[in-house]
């Protein structure tokens, strides 16, 4: 079974900075690529930024230029370094990872609320 804690999630003021982490752990195969989605209420989930296992990455438009996303696969672990957040960017923001097999796994999500 294959388990992904996010954490780094909270309240912040606009034009502030969070830094978001995802850990996996458990029965891993082995890992492609990793990705963090958003999902408002009553909306699509919508992909945030991802990296594959060559560095490759990702990004919405929305998200350019002030979002980063790295990995550390040695650890199983894929961050998302979020500045000049805006409140647009209040959402739930879940961890993914995709094996090899191109089996998908989600994390629980975390909050981040922008306060204008």
């Known amino acids: 079974q294959v388990q992904l804690v996010e954490s780094g999630g909270g309240l912040v003021q606009a034009g502030g900075s969070l830094r978001l982490s995802c850990a996996a752990s458990?029965?891993?195969?082995?890992?492609?690529?990793m990705g963090w989605y958003r999902q408002a209420p009553g909306k699509q989930r919508e992909l945030v930024a991802a990296?594959?296992?060559?560095?490759?990455?990702n990004y919405a438009d929305s998200v350019k230029g002030r979002f980063t996303i790295s990995r550390d696969s040695a650890k199983n672990t894929v961050y998302l370094q979020m500045n000049s957040l805006k409140p647009e960017d209040t959402d739930v923001y879940y961890c993914?990872?995709?094996?090899?097999?191109?089996?998908?796994?989600w994390g629980k999500g975390t909050l981040v609320t922008v306060s204008s």
């Open positions: 993914n990872i995709v094996d090899v097999r191109r089996v998908n796994y």
């Open positions: 458990g029965n891993i195969f082995s890992i492609n690529a």
């Open positions: 990296i594959t296992s060559g560095g490759s990455t």
